[in-house]
């Protein structure tokens, strides 16, 4: 695993690297590598088995830079396309998780030809009536000064979870972890905390556009981005088939179930072409 | 001799009839806390009752009267204070009207808001004050403005409505968040170049510095006045040096609550209903750690990460907050909610003043649930016992400590 930092446009973009062979590039959600963790999880490093995995933090997150003042979603995909560039990366598997999810599918829809393979997991970016998206920044608020109950219950499977009591326990916790969930907010603030709220009404419009092949991966309790934008992600992209629910999760499958999200995505890869090869199973 | 504190009548307009067990039942006095709860028969008449009581302020001799916006919460109902500054416009002859604020990001357009000070001035024959504010937490979730960019958004919105009042129309403002092509409000304001504006802030150095530059008066938006008080004016001051400018006492306000009765035991019995039903209940979401904190915090991600570092490091996420208080010693602590004779009131205000070296006072008397009949004589009380020797010790004070000041107001007469 390699931590790296390039510089786009004057900006510091913070990288994280795993893994050999096709790239991948990896787009984090909140609960997530940057967004809440400083490295890579086991999810992570097992998708690095298969692939070249490249996880940039997005603008204000972990390192990197912020983008400036009133920046928003448009802002972001342009700051992708420098990304890209600046990896020299002309074609690549494109993954997003949550928020990266909703970046991932802007770029594919208007730049098909340089994603190769589109997978995404809990993406939020649709309007899908009478399935709000859940609201992050309210249970932010700690209730009691402290306790983070709510936001475990709409983040996770259940307030218990194991991954959701490491990243997001009721007490005052390390000051960097912290520090990573409020850039991640601020983020979040800057690109979908005005209606619309973390998606884009004519995205669902586009997807045709998004032609390669597609991967829908969802946790099957996600209450954050109900698994409706899930099916509705594979209603609107051409080449995706099912919807792949991930048992035991909640919104944040890469870090509640591991194992099952990574495997979801390296058969995808494997069954697609390109990397299969490469696919461990062990 | 040099001018006094000015001393003003700060009606929050809370809701007073919910529910004998609401701390227990409902987690948040604000956003979410179910409007069924309205009373909408018991209701009538509550808005004529507050109007009234400010507009009996008036009469005994406050120097103005302040109003702000809320929206969605039991703690104030005024999600127009425009409004009810009209109707007082109509039922007051002197005070100042003091608006702090209109949350600008919240509203369409700004010019609307130069439109409607616009008027008031006129309607209350140049009694306004402007008072321009972000808005906090809450508002962010009630009107789904996203905090970080929203700061951007008002700084423009502030310059556009200054510059709308000051200069002559038509012009094109080009700003990024309210771009017009033609700016030309009638009316204009009765005062030129324009009314007195004033804008709340904590302490962030970034506002006060927008504050300095521009002239205003920055009010100090804390309910509690201990130490950090005093440095938030010598913070000011400083950085209105920094601008070449220099701090008088009438610069800055701050924002107190007093009920003042014959005794301190008696004030404190007779208070005591109205205070903690507004600490228990209004203060919930909002100064309280019990249910859900709205105001600030990492859900309101608007303070640039450097600041939210520093905040990580000074703040214990456990420590009580106002709305905490369990009993009168834990309020006079937080030097906030001020019961007493007028002797104790009388003595702890000027103990701020002197600390504090400010001029505008903005002092909250109705609270929670107290009925008129008290709401009154407190106010009475201070208006004939504590404001005749809050004026003459602080402008013997401010003689003191701006000499400069005393020497313009010779000049004058």
Redesign the interface.
């Known amino acids: 695993m390699t931590n790296t930092m390039v510089a786009v446009r004057g900006r510091k973009v913070a990288l994280i690297e795993e893994g050999r062979g096709e790239p991948l590039v990896y787009l984090h959600g909140f609960a997530d590598v940057h967004g809440v963790a400083g490295d890579f999880q086991p999810f992570h490093l097992r998708l690095g088995t298969a692939a070249r995995v490249i996880a940039p933090a997005h603008p204000g997150c972990a390192q990197s830079d912020e983008l400036g003042d009133g920046y928003g979603i448009d802002d972001v995909i342009f700051h992708y396309l420098e990304v890209f560039d600046a990896l020299g990366l002309t074609s690549f598997d494109l993954v997003g998780h949550c928020v990266g999810g909703w970046i991932a599918a802007e770029v594919a829809v208007r730049y098909p030809e340089r994603v190769r393979r589109l997978a995404l997991i809990g993406a939020c970016g649709l309007f899908v009536p009478g399935a709000p998206i859940g609201d992050v920044f309210m249970h932010s608020q700690p209730e009691r000064g402290v306790q983070l109950t709510t936001l475990r219950r709409l983040l996770f499977a259940h307030e218990s979870a194991p991954a959701g009591l490491r990243f997001f326990a009721s007490a005052r916790g390390d000051v960097e972890e912290e520090m990573r969930r409020y850039q991640m907010l601020r983020f979040g603030s800057f690109v979908g905390f005005k209606p619309p709220y973390f998606y884009n009404r004519v995205l669902r419009g586009r997807l045709y556009r998004a032609v390669m092949p597609a991967a829908v991966i969802w946790g099957a309790m996600d209450r954050m981005v109900p698994c409706a934008h899930g099916d509705a992600y594979v209603a609107g992209l051409p080449a995706a088939k099912d919807l792949t629910l991930i048992a035991g999760a909640g919104h944040a499958a890469p870090l509640e179930q591991a194992d099952a999200t990574a495997n979801a995505l390296i058969e995808f890869l494997g069954t697609t072409g390109g990397a299969g090869k490469r696919v461990s199973n062990g | 001799m040099t001018k006094p504190v000015q001393l003003y009548c700060w009606h929050f307009m809370s809701y007073p009839y919910l529910p004998a067990d609401f701390d227990e039942r409902y987690?948040t006095g604000w956003?979410t806390v179910p409007n069924r709860l309205w009373d909408a028969e018991r209701s009538r008449g509550l808005y004529q009752e507050y109007i009234d009581q400010l507009a009996y302020a008036d009469e005994i001799g406050f120097d103005g009267m302040v109003l702000n916006e809320h929206h969605q919460n039991i703690y104030g109902l005024m999600p127009s204070p425009n409004l009810i500054a009209a109707a007082l416009s109509q039922r007051t002859r002197r005070g100042k009207i003091v608006i702090l604020g209109n949350l600008l990001p919240l509203h369409l357009n700004p010019l609307r808001m130069a439109e409607e000070y616009a008027m008031l001035d006129n309607m209350s024959d140049g009694r306004l004050i402007a008072g321009f504010a972000p808005g906090s937490?809450p508002e962010?979730?009630n009107y789904?403005?996203?905090?970080?960019?929203s700061?951007?958004?008002f700084w423009e919105a502030v310059d556009l409505i200054h510059r709308a009042w000051t200069e002559d129309g038509p012009f094109a403002w080009e700003g990024?968040?309210y771009p017009l092509r033609y700016v030309n409000p009638w009316p204009r304001p009765t005062q030129q170049p324009h009314p007195p504006v004033w804008i709340p802030s904590s302490r962030s150095t970034e506002t006060l510095v927008n504050i300095a530059k521009r002239g205003y008066c920055y009010f100090l938006s804390s309910r509690s006045h201990g130490s950090e008080t005093a440095k938030s004016q010598a913070q000011f001051a400083k950085v209105l040096e920094d601008q070449g400018d220099r701090f008088d006492p009438f610069r800055m306000g701050i924002l107190m609550s007093a009920h003042v009765g014959e005794s301190d035991a008696q004030a404190q019995d007779e208070a005591k209903e109205g205070v903690w039903y507004f600490l228990k209940n209004c203060l919930k979401g909002h100064l309280r750690?019990?249910?859900?904190?709205?105001t600030a915090?990492?859900?309101?991600?608007?303070i640039p990460?450097s600041e939210?570092?520093s905040y990580?490091?000074f703040s214990d996420?456990?420590?009580p907050l106002l709305g905490d208080a369990e009993d009168w010693s834990d309020l006079q602590r937080a030097q906030s909610i001020i019961v007493g004779g007028p002797d104790t009131v009388y003595r702890r205000i000027m103990d701020i003043v002197e600390h504090a070296k400010c001029g505008h006072l903005l002092i909250q008397f109705h609270m929670g649930n107290m009925p008129d009949a008290l709401v009154r004589k407190s106010m009475t009380l201070f208006a004939q016992e504590v404001a005749p020797r809050l004026r003459e010790h602080s402008a013997k004070l401010f003689g003191r400590h701006f000499p400069e000041m005393e020497r313009s107001a010779e000049m004058a007469q």
């Open positions: 987690d956003v937490g962010t979730f789904d403005v996203p905090s970080a960019p700061r951007e958004q990024r968040h750690r019990e249910g859900r904190m709205l915090g990492p859900g309101i991600p608007y990460p939210f570092r990580l490091k996420p456990s420590a």
